[in-house]
């Protein structure tokens, strides 16, 4: 297929040149209704292109013309058999993936480093999670990879698991051996659903760790938004059958109409022709680029005093996992130093570490000036004891362990539910989840029993006032939604 072209990109085009008499939505009429402080600020070429169905731009629900062309090109690009447009990010992505795959009553096999998207999915399916858990990097205090073998394991206790859903690369550039693990799937006639919302690039550079797709995946999910040059929220599925459950993905397409909007944004979509283009056309040369520029601040940032990387095996290098524990400072003083005095914002921070995301459109003077931001911090905290991190298993636990399960996310979220004090959470049903934001990953489900050490686990973060989800109206978790016993 000619991958140069992008034919929803055309279409608007072609629809904005007839010059229309224009009485659809939205209201705005192209580029004329936005208001002034918006348009005085970006201009107003942009929002002519924010348009509706019409028989120049198709119609995302029951594609026939510029948007199916659209999507078989992106097929075409992944070696998928079909691609969907997603408009409300991999979110949905996942929560159809999850509700195409098990319903109520079956099971399904979910890494427990899932983003909480997958938990929706499951309120969505009601079905049973089982939970695989990820190897924990000790040194680097992250989880890592999801075994072959944990997967094994967990087919030969849960034979009847419909199918896997796991994240990789994980945020932190952690990839699993896709590969080993979609022969254990297929061999238990289970499906291998990948969310792959940080790996939409690794296909276009061999020094990038395998796509999921590549290695057999069945359905994966990509956030064009957070990798390529999509607008946020624009996002990807993917499908290739393996004569395994195909059932089940039939019913994606569907499904995928449950979980989005009937008025999908034509920007978004557009951005995500586009971006397909870049990468069919430009792909090796970006990623070669953002490794480029990650090596390059890498080495820099090693041979920092009190700095170090991560460095490993299958990981996305275009991740850089920066620790300044040699100097006593926390990812969280990091990330904070770097934002308050250097304005280099970073993805994220934990106990040890920041997260940068590099993209082939960050520059060498970013690089630049994240380097030399971490030599001066580097350069001012040398020697000052005072800073050394607290004892950290006093102040950040360990991962916990999976607390018990009692009722389904989906039986939990709509059961009856009291508010108690957080205090008195520890034994009680959670009626709802918890997850520190980013990186987004529930630490208790609804329906879990809130264990001693999961209660112990997320007062550190609440103690230090670290953001979290599901923390009530002002962000405090003063209260937390239990179960009430009734409902048992
Ligand atoms: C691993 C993972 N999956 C899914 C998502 C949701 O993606 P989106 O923001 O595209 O909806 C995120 C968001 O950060 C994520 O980190």
Known sequence: MNQSQTPLLQAVTDLIETNPAYFKVPGHRLDKGV?????DRVGTAIFAYDVTETPFTDDLHSPVGAIDEAQKLLSALYGADQSFFLVNGSTCGNEAMILSAAFEGEKIMIARNAHKSAMMGLVLSGAEPVYVMPEVIEDWAIQGEITAESVRKGFEENPDCMALFLVS??????????????????????LLLVDEAHGGHVYFHDKLPMGAL??????????????????????????????????????????????????????????????RYELAVNGREMMEKALNLAGYARERIHKTAGFCCME??????????????????????????????????????????????????????DMDRLIAACKDISRRCAGQSALQIM?????????????????????????????VRWQEAAGQIAGQMIAPYPPGIPVIYPGERISQEVWEYIECFRR???????????????RIKVIVSDAV
Not at 174 to 190: F, Q, R, T
């Open 35 to 39: 208001c002034p402080h918006w348009t």
């Open 169 to 190: 690369p994980s945020y932190y550039g952690v990839s699993s051996d896709l590969g080993k693990i979609a022969e254990v799937c297929h061999a238990h006639g289970a």
């Open 214 to 275: 590549e290695a057999g995946a069945d359905v994966c999910v990509q956030s064009m938004h957070k990798v390529a040059g999509a607008l946020t929220q624009s996002s990807v599925l993917h499908m290739k059958r393996h004569g395994v459950r195909e059932a089940a993905l039939k019913r994606i397409a569907q499904n995928l109409q449950l979980v989005q909007s009937t008025s999908p944004s034509y920007l978004l979509m557009t951005s995500l022709d586009c971006a």
């Open 312 to 365: 490993g095996e299958g990981i996305d290098r275009t991740r850089l996992v920066i620790s300044a524990r040699g100097i006593g400072l926390t990812g969280y003083m990091l990330e904070k130093m770097l934002f308050e005095e250097y304005a280099v914002n970073m993805e994220l921070s934990d106990y040890e570490n920041v997260l940068a995301i590099v993209t082939y459109a960050n520059e060498i003077e």
């Open 391 to 419: 004892n950290k298993k006093n102040v950040y636990p360990s991962f916990p362990q999976l607390p018990q399960q009692i009722m389904t996310p989906r039986r939990a979220y709509f059961s009856n539910t009291e508010t």
């Open 464 to 478: 230090n006032g670290r953001h979290m989800h599901g923390t009530g109206q002002d962000g405090k978790l003063d």
